[in-house]
């Protein structure tokens, strides 16, 4: 046989046996599969959401006289004690009507003075019959219109002494005065909100839930917040309060968190975001979310045993962090085929690599 004769069949040969080396057990145990072994491992149910941070108690406080802003005395962000004058309106006027209605109400208490005397003297006169009955009647008329005229001054002192306090704002507890709205020389109408104060020195995260997550929340549960300003120093937050109601536009639900301890630059209306702990579980069984599929009866998952792929029916539970928990159907060791590729029930394959 020719040389190159021989050198081709080796070749030949040696090409047959290569494809054999690759092909043949793809052909007799199918091709190579990515899957992960299944294991229990604690899980983590938790909620994201983000909101802003708000007065424990907030109030919008305004005027009940129209009047020109004649001083601001406290600064936004101050912090205030109850009772402290937080806006002072122009009372010029009023002071005026206060003035007059006082000393109305001095000649008022002094012509009642004099009646009493008078009534006195003329009681000792009706005594003695030097007076008849009529006489002291008409002196007793005097004071009872003079007691009168007493009452409606004083009346009118206090009317005076009502308006013009109305025409100073103040705090109404402790508190932080959030916003003001006008400045000296302004025209404040009567009932109409000009400062916004937050009561007490608490701080409240007010977040917006999707109303999806609804029942995974319950007050009580811990969460960790971050401000977006501060994002090196999250804290902790216990959720307090579920609005009983949704926003029927934005599709969310209110939910209120109280810090532990409320840090230092925390500050009204900052950015703020949110993982609430809906849940813990010591030991769970969970699959990538993509690993599952819907099938005849329910969700399906891929799984790799006795050399063949296999649809297996699973009884799902909660989703966090891309995990889907297995509640029935797959057991800890089986070998899950992942998604993204070429697998169908009933083929052969082999296990390419375990996550």
């Known amino acids: 046989m020719p040389r190159r004769r021989l050198l081709y069949i080796v070749l030949v040969l040696v090409l047959l046996a290569a494809a054999a080396w690759f092909v043949l057990p793809r052909v007799l145990y199918g091709p190579k599969l990515e899957v992960e072994r299944l294991a229990a491992r604690p899980l983590t149910l938790t909620v994201v959401a983000s909101g802003r941070v708000a007065g424990a108690s907030e109030s919008a406080l305004g005027a009940t006289l129209t009047a020109r802003v004649r001083a601001t005395p406290v600064e936004e962000g101050a912090r205030v004690a109850a009772g402290t004058l937080l806006l002072s309106l122009e009372s010029d006027e009023v002071a005026a009507q206060l003035a007059q209605a006082g000393a109305a109400a001095e000649e008022a208490a002094a012509t ?68 003001r709205e006008v400045e000296v020389g302004d025209l404040v109408t009567a009932g109409k909100p000009v400062l916004s104060f937050a009561a007490g020195a608490g701080r409240e995260i007010r977040l917006d839930v999707d109303e999806r997550y609804l029942a995974r929340l319950a007050p009580g549960q811990r969460a960790r917040v971050a401000a977006d300003a501060r994002p090196d120093a999250p804290f902790d937050a216990r959720l307090v309060k579920i609005a009983p109601r949704v926003d029927a536009e934005r599709g969310t639900v209110e939910v209120t968190l109280a810090p532990d301890a409320p840090p230092a630059f925390l500050a009204h209306n900052m950015t703020v975001s949110a993982e609430m702990v809906a849940a813990r579980k010591a030991s769970a069984l969970t699959v990538p979310a993509g690993a599952l599929r819907d099938g005849a009866g329910g969700r399906q998952a891929l799984r790799l045993a006795g050399g063949r792929v296999e649809a297996v029916p699973v009884r799902i539970g909660v989703e966090a962090d891309g995990r889907v928990e297995v509640l029935s159907g797959l057991a800890a060791g089986d070998l899950l085929v992942l998604p993204g590729q070429d697998a169908v029930p009933g083929m052969r394959a082999r296990a390419k690599a375990e996550r």
């Open 112 to 179: 009642l003075a004099e009646a009493n005397r008078q009534y006195a003297r003329q009681q000792g006169l009706f005594a003695q019959g030097f007076i008849s009955g009529a006489a002291l009647d008409a002196e007793d008329k005097k004071v009872r219109l003079a007691r009168a005229r007493v009452d409606a001054a004083n009346g009118s002192v206090a009317a005076a002494r009502a308006r013009l306090s109305q025409l100073s704002v103040r705090a109404p507890h402790d508190g932080v005065l959030l916003a």
